[in-house]
């Protein structure tokens, strides 16, 4: 069993910065690669980002340029850092462990977060 716990969200203007952070516990947090999911209010879940086990990042189109993701193995923990922030981005934010065969498909992840607000104003 793993469980996830996001933070680091909160209230910015557009342009500014946020690290959202993922710590894990339980099961080998190194074998897992790790996603962050958004769901913005009347949108579809969105995937942003995924790092693999192996260290190598993915990306979703809204993300590419502006949102970096990395992982911390000795510290079991993922991280997101967002930049040049924009309304848009307006969301919940989940992070997600597992071992995907298709990045951004949820239903890839088996284990998840319980989100973190993120509110990006204009």
């Known amino acids: 069993q793993v469980q996830l716990v996001e933070s680091g969200g909160g209230l910015v203007q557009a342009g500014g910065s946020l690290r959202l952070s993922c710590s894990a516990s339980?099961?080998?947090?190194?074998?897992?690669?790790m996603g962050w999911f958004r769901r913005a209010p009347g949108k579809e879940q969105e995937h942003v980002a995924t790092?693999?086990?192996?260290?190598?990042?993915w990306y979703g189109d809204s993300a590419k340029g502006r949102f970096t993701i990395v992982r911390n193995n000795a510290k079991k923990t993922a991280y997101l850092q967002m930049n040049n922030l924009k309304p848009d981005d307006t969301a919940v934010y989940f992070c997600?462990?597992?071992?995907?065969?298709?990045?951004?498909?949820?239903?890839?992840?088996?284990?998840w977060g319980q989100g973190t607000q993120v509110t990006v104003s204009s």
């Open positions: 790092i693999s086990a192996s260290d190598s990042p």
């Open positions: 339980g099961g080998i947090f190194s074998s897992y690669a």
């Open positions: 997600a462990a597992g071992a995907p065969t298709r990045l951004s498909q949820p239903d890839e992840y088996r284990y």
